[in-house]
């Protein structure tokens, strides 16, 4: 059974930055699409960006991470991580770690992870 933890969630200032990381055990999943979501108060899950090994480490972001956010896997450890910069006030939310069982492209959907982690709050203050 996979097993996703994030961690590095916390209180920031707007325009700093923050690094998640989402610990994999369980099973190899870093070579598969994996992507980070986010949920806001009120607000559905909402992809942030992902990536997957089998083509050439392709990343995708939505267009409001697109240049403040990237995304980095450690396949050896079994990581990922979101490396968040430039923070604004409207990234506040609970950030999800997701793994899929497809490999060949980025979904940007939640049905199609198959794990996910408890989630870590990043919240940005002004």
């Known amino acids: 059974q996979v097993q996703l933890v994030e961690s590095g969630g916390a209180l920031a200032q707007v325009g700093g930055s923050l690094k998640l990381s989402c610990a994999a055990s369980g099973g190899t999943v870093t070579s598969n699409a994996m992507a980070w979501f986010r949920q806001a108060p009120g607000k559905e899950r909402e992809f942030v960006g992902g990536?997957?090994?089998?083509?050439?480490?392709?990343?995708l972001f939505a267009d409001s991470a697109k240049g403040r956010f990237t995304i980095s896997t450690d396949n050896a450890k079994n990581m990922l991580y979101l490396q968040m910069n430039n923070l604004k006030p409207e990234d506040t939310a609970v950030y999800y770690c997701?793994?899929?069982?497809?490999?060949?492209?980025?979904?940007?959907?939640?049905?199609?992870?198959?794990?996910w982690g408890q989630g870590t709050q990043v919240t940005v203050s002004s």
């Open positions: 990536t997957t090994y089998w083509i050439q480490r392709r990343q």
């Open positions: 997701a793994a899929s069982r497809l490999r060949l492209r980025v979904p940007q959907v939640p049905l199609d992870y198959d794990y």
